[in-house]
Each structure stands twice: as structure tokens, then as C-alpha cells.
């Protein structure tokens, strides 16, 4: 009887693992339209995110952008993995030069948005800069999306613990079959 009490108890304590690490996470994509006519959007369940508009055509990636929280007056500087895209100039399309750094920073309060590259190879342009005149806050009111990875990882923690535990009883039933005969 204390046996079954005791495997009761670890198989407790594993689900009770299992529901704290399920806990779900959150991300949200937010959207910044520009007096321009520009979108801005950043992913922060993917650490990606564009600038999309008639002069623009821009995607780009940050790690940091996981730590973004967005909101009505951003802020915040983010150094950038990766810009891939265009900038028009004069009816002319310039890709970034790698030669400078990458950052995509919220000045004036969060009014502003900077693009801080260099364009072009010879450098024809600097940083793009534009200015919010809208914000879109994300569809759930907790500030992002629920991510269903957490919650996958504990369900397997718990089925792993379960597959733990039948397999050491049948080779405990085993060696009881090999002491009684």
C-alpha cells in the first residue's frame, strides 16, 4: 500500500511540474501606421519585423524584439540581425550597405521612428526616419497572442514521466516472476 501511495505522490508531483512550466506565454505583433502612409510592424513571437510604404520595402530581424512592449509611445533601441529590402530615392531603389550598423530606434518620446542604416553602394542616403500618427494595439487585451509552446513542452514532460513509470513496474514485475520460480 505505501508503494501505490508513493507513485501516487511522484506522479502528483510530475503533473504539478508539468502545469508550471505550461504556463502560456505571451507575443504580439504590433502595428504603427505613419503620417506618411508607411507601416511599421514588429513581431515580437518571431523577433521580426518590416516597414512597408511607397518609399520603403524593408524586413528585418532583432532578438531583442522579444523584449519589445510596444504601446501607444514605443520605446526603446534595437539593434537589428538582419534588413533586407529596398529604399527609393529619386525614382531609384538602394538596398542597405552593411558597412554601418542597423538599428531600428523609437525617438521624441516614441513619436518617431528611426531606421538608422546607410543606402546604397556608394552611400546615397542615410538613416529614413518617419513619424507614428497611428498605433493598432494587439487583439487580446494581455498585450499579445498565447503561444502554445509551453504548454506542449509540459504535456510531453508529463507523458515522459508516465512512460518513466510503467516501464520500471514491468521490470519490477519481472524480477518478482524470476525470484518466484
Known sequence: MKSIFKKAMIVAACGSAALAVSSPASAAL??????NGDILTIDSS??????????IDVTFTSTA????????KPSGMFNLDSLDGTRTLGGTA???????????KFINGGKKVNLWSWWGNPIVAGDY????????????SSGGTPVPAPGILGLLAL???GLGFSRRRRKDTATEKLVLA
Open 65 to 72: 524584439f522579444a523584449n519589445f512592449n510596444g504601446g501607444a
Open 94 to 104: 538602394y538596398t542597405d550597405n552593411p558597412s554601418h550598423q542597423q538599428v531600428l
Open 129 to 140: 526616419i518617419t513619424t507614428i500618427a497611428d498605433y493598432t494595439p494587439p487583439s487580446t
Open 159 to 161: 507523458a515522459l514521466a
Open 30 to 35: 504590433y502595428t504603427y501606421t505613419q503620417t
Open 46 to 55: 518571431s523577433n521580426a519585423g518590416s516597414l512597408k510604404g511607397t518609399n
